[in-house]
Each structure stands twice: as structure tokens, then as C-alpha cells.
């Protein structure tokens, strides 16, 4: 459908556009039957005597070749249909008929409005809420975030939780003075209560096997993160931001050996123990109060976050994806700053009369 149509059919009120539809229907087959009547008549004047055998052939199927007409006709004017969904590139898109800023011109909804008294909000930190720095260290985290994370967490009970590849002690520092539930380090630190010390699993990774995976770094530009549970080599300021397959397959292997794994990010590279990721935090949550017996829902961007956003599903949750599509996700939005607007808008008042919470592309996974 072109835009041009689109803007037509959004200027009349949804019970007035049956009407149009039917009016366009009407008007071409009147159109399609009066086009066929001059082309016959203008072949009878100017052919039918040179073409003999032409003319009988056309005479004996005129009433086929009108249908036809009108059959094309028709389905020229049901292409325009405003209520039909549509199918495009095996996704389907509801809602609010609008041109998208994107280059596909993807049709866009908007973001659910949860019932925040029965639901359990589950938010990673680095590319869903904060945007992506060079560094670690280098985010920025708005005030208006730590104030709107503060004002959700009563509105969800206590059940608002921050779920990060970073350490607890680091979430504390970036969002401080607020202090929130939250897992640390891909799972392996959990505090639903923020008042309670940090518990974590008490597992040193084997001197030869930190050896082996700090010697990863030796180029400029990687830099290894020691969270002490875990440790992260980063590699986003390489000119070409590549690991080298056959070292990191063998680290791999000597830390599965050990009750280690690696976990693969944006541009970083982790080493944790084997068992523990977003996922296993999720599930650890929702079995205490006050997150126990409501509706999860969890926002991430990364591979990291897959873990998370696949139980959902049997925990009857609800996912949105940052930037990219994810299994699991009945929702995307574009990145941390629509994600940020959205949480802002939950908060005030109008939010149950339907007001527009952002928009986010609907992908509809059977």
C-alpha cells in the first residue's frame, strides 16, 4: 500500500470506512466495465473488418475478458482495505495504521501497559537502559531513570528487579543512592532483598584457567574486567573487534573441564561458572515474594539476555527486546531511550486511558 493511501483511509473514523471500501468496490467495477466497452468499440471501428478471425474470437469471449476486468478492478480496491492485518517477511503487524520511520516502513503498536499490582518487572542495564559506552565505566545513567526506577518499584510492590552481566556492588555505584533487588554478574550474585547482604556462589576460578583466558587480551584496545566471580575480556575498541576462534574454543574447553563456561556479549567475552545466567536469576526471583505470583516481565538486548527471555514462556511472562528481535519477545522498541520513555509513561496517571506509550514493532511467533 502506498503511504499517500494510508494517509487517505487514517483521515476518516474507523465505522465510516466499510462504507469507502464499498464505494471504492462500486466505482471500479463501473470503471472496469466502462474501460472494456471503449476498447471493444474502438477495436470493432478501427480492426474488426481487417481482422475477421481477430474479431470473432474476441466477440465469442467478451464476457470472460469483462470479468476479468472487473476481477482486477477488485482486487485493486481490496489492496487498499484499512482493516485487514498484514503479513510481511513472516511478521505480523496489528494496531494503529502509521508510516514508520524505518526504511522497511514496518507498521507499528503500541507497548503493553501492565497491570502494575501483578507484575514482576525484571530490567537488564547496559544497552536496555543505559545506552552503550566504550567502556564500562564510561555510561551515563540519567537522573530521571533512578527517580522513575524508584516510583516503579512501589507501583510494583517491591517487585522491580535490575538483571546485569555487571557485579552487585557496580549496580549499587551506577544507581545510587537507590538500591534495588537485582542479580549480578549473569546470575551468579542475587539479592531479591536490597536490604540483605549479597549472596553469591563461592567458586574461584582455578589459577590456570584465569591464566588462559586473561592471556586472550594482547592486543591494544582489550582489557579484561575482573568481577571476581566472573571475568570479562573486552574487545570493542579493536580496529577490528574479532577474537580468534581456535584460542577461545580452547579456553572453552579447559573451562567446561573445570565447571566454567563462556558467555559471548556485545563485543565481550565472559568467564563464569557453568549454570548460572539471567535465566536461573529469573526463575530464583519469581519463587519469592514479593515476586512470586505475579506476571514477569523482562526487558534485555544482548545474547546474554536469551537466557532470561526463554522461560518466560513457562512462567507465562511477557519480553521485550531491545534492537534486535529475540525468541520470546512479543516486543521490540528501538533502543534504551524509547525503553526509558515507556517505563516513564507507566508511571503517571492517564496511563489506563489508553494513552500512546511509544510504539514497538508486534512479532508474532506461533
Not at 259 to 287: C, I, N, Q, W, Y
Not at 320 to 329: H, L, N
Request: charged share 20%; proline share 8%.
Amino acid at each position: 500500500m502506498t503511504t499517500e493511501n494510508t494517509i487517505l483511509l487514517d483521515m476518516f473514523p474507523w465505522a465510516a470506512r466499510p462504507v469507502i471500501i464499498l464505494a471504492l468496490l462500486i466505482a471500479s467495477v463501473a470503471g472496469a466495465v466502462a474501460v472494456h466497452f471503449l476498447l471493444w468499440a474502438l477495436f470493432k471501428r478501427f480492426f474488426g473488418e481487417r481482422y475477421p478471425v481477430l474479431h470473432d474470437i474476441i466477440l465469442r469471449t467478451r464476457a470472460i475478458s469483462r470479468f476479468a476486468f472487473i476481477m482486477v478492478a477488485f482486487s485493486m480496491a481490496v489492496s487498499v482495505a484499512p482493516f485487514r492485518p498484514r503479513v510481511a517477511n513472516g511478521t505480523l503487524h496489528r494496531g494503529k495504521r502509521r508510516t514508520a520511520p524505518t526504511s522497511d516502513r514496518k507498521r507499528m503498536i503500541r507497548l503493553p501497559t501492565p497491570d502494575l499490582d501483578r507484575t514482576a518487572m525484571f530490567l537488564d542495564i547496559d544497552g536496555t537502559l543505559l545506552d552503550i559506552a566504550l567502556t564500562p565505566d564510561s555510561v551515563c545513567v540519567p537522573k530521571e531513570l533512578v527517580h522513575d526506577l524508584a516510583l516503579l518499584r512501589e507501583r510494583c510492590g517491591g517487585a522491580l528487579a535490575l538483571v546485569s552481566g555487571r557485579t552487585l556492588e557496580d549496580i549499587d555505584r551506577l544507581f545510587a543512592p537507590l538500591r534495588l533487588p537485582a542479580a549480578g554478574a549473569h546470575g551468579t550474585q542475587v539479592r531479591p532483598d536490597p536490604d540483605e547482604p549479597i549472596g553469591h556462589l563461592t567458586r574461584p576460578i582455578p589459577a590456570e584457567l584465569r591464566a588462559k583466558f586473561t592471556a586472550l587480551a594482547d592486543r591494544p584496545g582489550m582489557f579484561i574486567e575482573d568481577k571476581e566471580v566472573t571475568l570479562a575480556l573486552h574487545y570493542r575498541l579493536l580496529e577490528d573487534p574479532t577474537l580468534p576462534a581456535a584460542r577461545v574454543a580452547e579456553v572453552e574447553a579447559a573451562a567446561a573441564q573445570t565447571g566454567f563456561s563462556l558467555l559471548h556479549g556485545k563485543k565481550v567475552l565472559e568467564l563464569k561458572p557453568a549454570g548460572t545466567d539471567k535465566g536461573s536469576a529469573l526463575r530464583a526471583f519469581m519463587a519469592k515474594p514479593p515476586f512470586s505470583g505475579r506476571v514477569p516481565l523482562f526487558a534485555g538486548d544482548d545474547v546474554t539476555d536469551g537466557y532470561a527471555f526463554a522461560v518466560l514462556e513457562s512462567l507465562g511472562g511477557i519480553g521485550i527486546s531491545v534492537g534486535r528481535t529475540f525468541p520470546g519477545a512479543a516486543y521490540q522498541v528501538a533502543g534504551p531511550a524509547e525503553l526509558r520513555q515507556w517505563l516513564h509513561v507507566l508511571l503517571e496517571p492517564s496511563v489506563g486511558e489508553q494513552k500512546e506509550l511509544g510504539t514497538a514493532a508486534f512479532v508474532y511467533r506461533p
